[in-house]
């Protein structure tokens, strides 16, 4: 059906909302503003075009006020509105079943047919929707009548930009490029595609669906072109791994007379931090400091990060301390950037500055320094920072209480850990894993194999680090059978494909019990190249069982992959020394000093009486 303004029913105009026509659960008529998708200019106000199954869906009478109310209310996500509107429908008692129905519908699929009816006000013929399940598994395009003009609604609509812009916009919340496709040649046919506005919106669109190819059409055809135009097609290059294409638009940018500003620049450090392209980064911090925008807070945090990812910390604390206004954005990028650079001291000395300071952490701050405590092995700090996650209301986060459980395993209490595991309320898949792991690490095997099965019986689908962590448990254990059964279990029961790792735990499970055959038949069975830690699992168990001929087979393949790592040569040496083969011994000593450098001292640390003290070299070194 199609509604024109003329069918205005009278009573809008004498008082809507009187007691012989009430209003629809406090929603009124929309106010008639300029930008309103409901404003008496727009087409969405001169007719609504909706399909029948809409109409029975909502089993109203779809008067226009009730129809312009009620996409205005959902388009802007209004939920308070909306939910006046169903509570004046339950109370009218129209249709009960499929208001609950639509309450407990997805949003993917409610905003989808939503989407549909609005852009049938914009000249497309009412198209018919299809049911839950085809929109979601369905890969085929439309039908075609769903973009064929209704002639008569296009004379009578006044189309802006802006409409367009919305839709645009919806359907990429949607993720829906077919519906961009369509909406895309409505902008042709109506003039509006080469505006700037719109033109960005298409690009961004296409750029966010990662259609590059077409992004890069809509640029090219846009006569006048803004920053915000350049900064979106260069973002789209970014961040679909287009490096040449990217630099190049940066070029060809710079010489259309744009500089560039925070967005454009913080796009392309952050495509150097993620590529580990530290000389490109060095570059385009050279051109930002000549720019004068290092002092940007969305440049400096991705200067920071980039340093840090690219393990050059010395640079990220120098752009940090340079930054004047730091957000609490900034401080967590370098306190990660130290911790995951193994600089744990400093990165809890900036936790401290960042305590006494006017920022507070949020719980990305407080995730990142219980990991650093864990790495550390200092269960002062942990007990410390677990102290003020409890004082400021930060028990609820499910990131720290991951990182608790993690923190508290690695610093030797494995009975804070479990505690900090039963205060979790709704445990997830990673809170149990880190569980098992953390059971794992100890050595509690039937610990850690009965966490996973009650894990199990709560209906939590395990993923590959849970698999691992079980393995593990069973390997150190030697629970072979068990072990194996859980790795045939992940296999065939939940589709998990192993990885290099999950091989080695089954390998290093059977070598340890002795079963070098059948791990070598799961080494051979392997559907990838094994790496250095499957090989280093065997040949560790080969030096146990004296097997001197499967270590020199797997040694070889060692020496390919790992030519200069001493541990490699001292494992099949002291297997030629078990075996009395000192000539072989003669030539891989030989060999070690030609391709290998000096070993790099190993340190032992302990935790004293809230002092660390460290072991290194015969020396004690007592740290508080």
């Known amino acids: 059906m ?3 303004a003329s069918d205005k029913p009278d009573f809008l105009d004498s008082g809507y909302g009187t007691k012989t026509q009430p209003t629809m659960g406090g929603v009124k008529d929309p106010p008639l503003e300029e930008d309103s998708s409901c404003a008496s200019s727009s087409p969405e106000r001169s007719f609504v075009s909706l399909d029948p199954y809409a109409s029975r869906y909502l089993s109203l009478s779809m008067e226009h006020h009730v129809v312009c109310g009620y996409l205005k209310i959902l388009t802007e996500q209004r939920d308070q509105a909306r939910k006046e509107l169903e509570a004046a429908l339950f109370r009218e008692k129209k ?3 499929e208001i609950v129905q639509l309450r407990r519908e997805k949003e993917y699929n409610f905003s989808h047919k939503l989407l549909h009816v609005v852009a049938a006000s914009t000249g497309l013929t009412p198209c018919p929707f299809r049911s839950e399940d085809s929109l979601v598994t369905s890969d085929q395009p439309y039908p075609c009548n769903a973009c064929r003009t209704n002639r008569e609604v296009t004379n009578r609509s006044n189309l802006k930009s802006r409409n367009f812009i919305r839709l645009l916009r919806l359907s990429l919340r949607l993720n829906d490029h077919l519906l961009g496709k369509q909406l895309h040649c409505l902008t042709m046919k109506f003039g509006v595609a080469y505006d700037v506005f719109v033109g960005s919106a298409l690009s961004n669109m296409y750029s966010k669906c990662r259609f590059v190819r077409e992004a890069r059409k809509v640029f090219d055809d846009m006569a006048s072109k803004d920053l915000a135009v ?15 294409e990217a630099f190049n638009l940066f070029h060809s940018m710079r010489t259309e007379g744009f500089i560039g500003d925070g967005f454009t620049f913080s796009s392309l450090i952050n495509f150097c931090s993620r590529m580990i392209c530290y000389d490109l980064g060095i570059q385009t911090h050279c051109l930002i400091i000549k720019l004068a925008l290092e002092s940007d ?6 200067l920071v990060d980039m340093y840090a990812k690219c393990a050059v910390i010395k640079d990220a604390r120098h752009v940090f301390d340079r930054m004047d206004n ?11 950037g130290y911790g995951k650079c193994g600089e744990g001291k400093e990165a809890l000395m900036l936790f401290n500055n960042m305590l006494r300071g006017r920022l507070k952490p949020d719980g990305l701050t407080l995730a990142s320094i219980l990991s650093t405590c864990a790495n550390l092995a200092s269960s002062n700090e942990a007990t410390q920072v677990h102290g003020y996650v409890v004082k400021n209301g930060f028990q609820a986060y499910l990131s720290i209480g991951n990182a608790l459980i993690i923190a508290y395993a690695k610093c030797g209490s494995i009975d804070n850990s479990a505690r900090a595991f039963s205060l979790i309320p709704t445990p997830d898949c990673v809170t149990w894993s880190s569980m098992i792991s953390s059971y794992a690490h100890h050595g509690l095997a039937m610990e850690a194999i009965n966490k996973f099965e009650v894990m199990l019986h709560d209906g939590i689908k395990p993923n590959r680090i849970t698999f691992l962590a079980v393995i593990s448990a069973c390997s150190h254990a030697g629970f072979v059978d068990a072990g194996v059964h859980y790795f045939s279990t992940m296999i065939k029961n939940y ?7 999950h091989f080695a735990c089954l390998i290093d499970l059977l070598s340890r019990a002795g079963y070098l055959d059948e791990a070598s038949d799961v080494l051979a069975s392997m559907p990838f190249e094994p790496d250095a830690s499957v090989l280093g699992a065997l040949i560790g168990a080969c030096n146990v069982h004296r097997n001197a001929k499967l270590a020199e087979w797997v040694a070889e393949k060692l020496f390919y992959l790992e030519p200069r790592k001493l541990v490699n040569y001292a494992l099949l040496s002291n297997i030629y020394v078990t075996e009395g083969h000192w000539e072989n011994v003669s030539y891989l000593r030989r060999r070690m000093k030609q391709m290998c450098s000096l070993k790099i001292p190993g340190c032992s640390w302990i935790e004293i009486d809230k ?10 070194d007592l740290a508080g």
Not at 236 to 244: G, H, M
Not at 326 to 336: A, L, P, Q, S, Y
Not at 495 to 501: F, G, L, N, Y
């Open 326 to 336: 730091k957000n609490v954005v900034c401080w967590n990028t370098i306190i990660v």
């Open 611 to 620: 002092r660390n003290m460290t072991y290194e070299d015969g020396n004690l």
């Open 230 to 244: 350049w900064n979106i097609m260069l973002s789209c290059y970014l961040l679909n791994d287009y490096k040449r």
């Open 2 to 4: 199609v509604i024109y």
């Open 297 to 302: 807070l969305v440049v400096g945090s991705s």
């Open 495 to 501: 589709q998990i494909k192993p990885s290099s790792e």
């Open 95 to 97: 249709n009960q079943t």
